[in-house]
């Protein structure tokens, strides 16, 4: 059974920044892509970032949303399996529950129907 697992969430201070992590069991997802969503209380959920396949060269590794460009920064770890999330110049409207997610294709997708594997989440809450 394949499990995605986060961590890494906390209370921080505006202008901190944290670092994510998602670690997937039951199978690697090198060849596959993987990425972040998030969702804040009474919001609807928002894609966050997503990167592609290792072996992936036809276009964009990754893929950011326009309001975390310049900030986070999505990296992956074949080595350990894992994924990351490094978020810096965090803002109180970044506070949401992150999730990770992998996808069994090579892409990197900004829809959420994109990705066949979720995580449950990690809290992230950035205080003003």
């Known amino acids: 059974q394949v499990q995605l697992v986060e961590s890494g969430g906390g209370l921080v201070r505006t202008g901190d920044s944290l670092r994510l992590s998602c670690a997937p069991s039951?199978?690697?997802?090198?060849?596959?892509?993987m990425g972040w969503f998030r969702q804040a209380p009474g919001k609807e959920r928002e894609f966050v970032a997503a990167i592609a396949a290792v072996a992936w060269t036809s276009g964009s590794s990754t893929r950011y949303a326009d309001s975390v460009k310049g900030r986070f920064t999505i990296s992956r770890d074949n080595d350990k399996n894992t994924m990351y999330l490094q978020m810096n110049n965090l803002q109180p409207g970044d506070t949401a529950l992150y999730v990770c997610?992998?996808?069994?294709?090579?892409?990197?997708?900004?829809?959420?129907?994109?990705?066949?594997?979720w995580g449950r989440g990690t809290q992230v809450t950035v205080s003003s």
């Open positions: 039951g199978r690697t997802f090198s060849s596959a892509a």
């Open positions: 997610v992998a996808s069994d294709g090579p892409i990197a997708q900004p829809t959420p129907g994109s990705y066949a594997y």
